[in-house]
């Protein structure tokens, strides 16, 4: 079991990490294509289902699919990963994203549990919707078209996969990685379901032109939806950092050897390295070969932790959730 350690105990940044906005710039020549591509097969579409990552349900979804790919046609709000978040919380992230967004169909899903009841939920949901709108020119089509849509590494082509195996019982059709932007453009129909025939669009993840917010820029990229070297995984590894001190999540201790909790990164990654034995060879100015602790490879190591939930569950827009008693907040990430 992990120590208990006191947080007013420790005097905690009270800031976030400052990160060069350039940095978490990434808009490559095939998110523009892809978007202008999910552009126009849009008027082929009968529903849109947006894929986010459920630890960052309020931050850094694109206002792109906001304004032109959902507004017109079924929407449906995937949250995945939900094995890492913060179980308990999920109905009030669904209430929240329905006062202050409007967004009326929020399915919470595992992509890699076939068991996960957000997955049982979905093509039902679909059906229904999309009967129930108004399908314009597609009206008099037995098949339904659904377009699949998020930023890069949310779990699109993962889902796409998932509902391929459970409802037609055989393999996967698309490639999945544990870095952004794999899916490169928009593909040809994908069948996932039989009775009624159901269609889906796989995507390329598209993110916003430029981050206009570092913390926000930070946590997708914590969450992998920037590609990792772009940003520094020290720096990530250091928002990281800052974030579970700032909200008592201590987990971090025990996975990096340390006694208590500390708020420096290069001790922590000090002291990562020396319980793994991550270190480099280098050359000194006189030509004498010392070993150095490897700062890279333990932050990948530190971020992958968080990735995989061994630092625990997380929410990282907790402070973005409204809270109707002060405790209730405080105990939320216990």
Not at 46 to 70: K, Q, Y
Not at 86 to 102: C, F, H, N, T, Y
Request: net charge positive; aromatic share 6%; proline share 4%.
């Amino acid at each position: 079991m992990a120590t208990k350690f006191n947080p007013a105990a420790y005097n905690f940044r009270q800031k976030c990490p400052f990160v060069s906005k350039d940095l978490l710039r990434w808009f490559p020549g095939h998110m523009n294509k892809g978007l202008k591509q999910m552009q126009r097969k849009l008027k082929t579409v009968d529903c849109v289902i947006e894929v986010h990552d459920s630890r960052i349900p309020f931050t850094g979804r694109n206002p792109i699919f906001t304004n032109t790919l959902t507004g017109a046609k079924p929407h449906i709000l995937v949250l995945n990963k939900k094995d890492l978040t913060v179980s308990s919380l999920v109905p009030r992230i669904k209430d929240q994203l329905k006062a202050e967004q409007g967004i009326q169909n929020i399915v919470f899903t595992n992509s890699k549990d076939q068991s996960c009841r957000g997955l049982k939920t979905l093509r039902p949901l679909m059906v229904d919707l999309i009967k129930d709108s108004n399908r314009y020119n597609r009206s008099e089509e037995s098949d339904y078209n659904v377009m699949i849509i998020g930023v890069p590494n949310v779990g699109k082509s993962s889902l796409i996969n998932m509902l391929r195996s459970r409802n037609l019982r055989i393999g996967h059709a698309l490639p999945v990685g544990a870095i952004a932007g794999v899916t490169r453009s928009v593909l040809t129909k994908i069948r996932i379901n039989s009775n009624p025939d159901i269609f889906m669009l796989d995507t390329p993840g598209i993110l916003e032109p430029s981050v206009t917010d570092i913390e926000m820029g930070l946590k997708l990229a914590l969450c992998a939806n920037l590609q990792d070297h772009l940003v520094g995984e020290e720096a990530i590894a250091d928002y990281l950092l800052y974030w579970l001190n700032k909200h008592a999540c201590f987990n971090y201790v025990d996975y990096m050897g340390l006694l208590e909790p500390c708020d420096d990164i290069n001790k922590v990654l000090i002291s990562g390295a020396m319980k793994y034995n991550r270190v480099r060879r280098t050359r000194d100015f006189d030509g004498t070969m010392r070993d150095v602790p490897d700062f890279i490879e333990v932050a990948r190591m530190m971020i992958k932790a968080f990735r995989t939930g061994e630092l625990g569950r997380t929410l990282l827009d907790i402070d973005l959730l409204q809270f109707k008693d002060q405790k209730h907040n405080e105990n939320a990430m216990a």
